[in-house]
């Protein structure tokens, strides 16, 4: 399928712009950077703590910042998952004894800001059913409810099966829990006199040391380092060296650029970042590799054609294909950007400037660095004879003067 036929656009006429542009973007990200002290590293690298908390109504993130600022030290980010009712709160941490102490922090400032007046109950949403049945046994053998311990145990169970599955986690009081399996009247008044019912309820707890933080980093910097170098061999190996060179240098800035705007704009670089760096260079590679397949095919039938013309002929070639594989893709991408949420937010924007960087370096980038090359090549082979022609013109003037 061709959107364009028998295209003639002069690309490399028009190069100087992105050039410069790249050359702008590329100095303000690393200016950025220097600054700051380097890229922003999520808590996947710097190490930390990661809470999700569900609220039962749109939750306070203005709050909940203030209130843990106040508890916790170090920065502390509160993100609302875009339409829903939960949050994602990051913690630093300094070394791996204060793991367990932040989050156990983190619960208890919860609790005694949005649970107060409920101290000495238990909370169904934040526990789970071995704690539920501990709590009940007593008072229902108090109340006069007959129940055997595997009974209260199911009974258990079932409330906390029924809270996770069709609650999400989160009950609001004691009368949803009517029609759970075994919960009789006295035992909802039961529940009601020992229990509480906190606005909220902790989802799920992602904890990361500092050292397996600093190993994540170390590990993500190598694999990009590898794939790239792995891509230069290849494209040596299949091509020439200077194609694998233009394409490495191509995509190493489409890196840097991308990075750099991260820094830029402020966004943390995460694992999923990294996952779509490393996708971005294999897609920028793939693209620069089939420009580059198509100068090799046409250097074999375009023989007298200047070369800067037939670079310029295969990037119109493979004109229509660029656009339906960068076009679809980059379309996805704006929509997982757009709509994705919080969680996906870094993942989705380095795809988005990654497809637009990586499309115009694979015409701007690398095929003017072969363009360069040639260039100089074709100098070279015109000063040489040149050069032997002007040494044997000297040498016959130093014979006739001897005579």
């Known amino acids: 399928m061709q959107i364009f036929k028998n295209t003639n656009f002069d690309f490399l006429g028009k190069k100087w712009p992105f050039i410069i542009g790249s050359l702008v973007l590329t100095v303000a990200g690393l200016g950025s950077m220097a600054m700051k002290g380097g890229p922003r590293y999520g ?26 600022s106040a508890k916790i030290p170090g920065e502390i980010s509160v993100v609302n998952i875009t339409r829903t009712n939960e949050v994602i709160i990051g913690t630093e941490i300094s070394d ?37 049945a501990e709590r009940l046994r007593d008072p229902l053998q108090r109340a006069g409810v007959a129940l055997d311990e595997q009974k209260l145990q199911d009974v258990a169970k079932a409330i906390t099966d029924f809270k996770n599955t069709q609650r999400s986690g989160l009950v609001r009081d004691a009368g949803d829990l009517a029609g759970v399996s075994g919960v009789t009247p006295q035992i909802a008044q039961v529940l009601k006199q020992e229990c509480t019912f906190a606005p ?34 290849y494209i040596a190996f299949r091509f020439e060296w200077i194609y694998g060179l233009a394409a490495v240098i191509a995509v190493f800035h489409d890196t840097i650029i991308t990075i750099g705007l991260f820094s830029l704009f402020g966004k943390e670089i995460s694992l999923t970042v990294i996952a779509a760096i490393l996708t971005l260079v294999g897609y920028s590679m793939n693209d620069t590799i089939v420009t580059f397949d198509r100068i090799r095919e046409n250097l074999k039938l375009m023989r007298r054609e200047k070369f800067e013309n037939l670079v310029n002929i295969s990037i119109n070639q493979t004109l229509s294909r660029t656009i339906l594989t960068s076009g679809l893709t980059f379309l996805t991408a704006v929509a997982l950007w757009l709509f994705g949420g919080p969680v996906l937010n870094g993942f989705s924007f380095a795809l988005v400037i990654g497809i637009i960087v990586g499309t115009y370096s694979s015409i701007f980038v690398a095929s003017p660095i072969l363009v360069f090359w040639q260039s ?11 050069a032997v022609s002007a040494v044997k013109d000297t040498g016959g003037k130093k014979a006739v003067r001897t005579r």
């Open 43 to 68: 808590i996947d690298f710097r190490g930390g703590a990661l809470m999700y908390v569900l609220f039962n109504q749109s939750p306070p993130v203005d709050r909940v910042r203030s209130v843990l």
């Open 96 to 132: 791996e004894r204060t793991l367990n102490a932040n989050r156990q922090t983190m619960v208890e400032v919860l609790e005694n800001t949005f649970n107060a007046g409920q101290q000495g109950k238990l909370d169904i949403n934040n526990s789970g059913s071995a704690a539920l």
């Open 200 to 233: 909220f309820t902790i989802r799920q707890t992602e904890v990361v040391g500092p050292k397996v933080g600093t190993e994540l980093r170390n590990k993500a910097i190598l694999a990009t380092l590898y794939a790239l170098a792995g891509m230069l061999v």
């Open 376 to 386: 100089w090549l074709e100098g070279r082979k015109r000063t040489a004879p040149a």
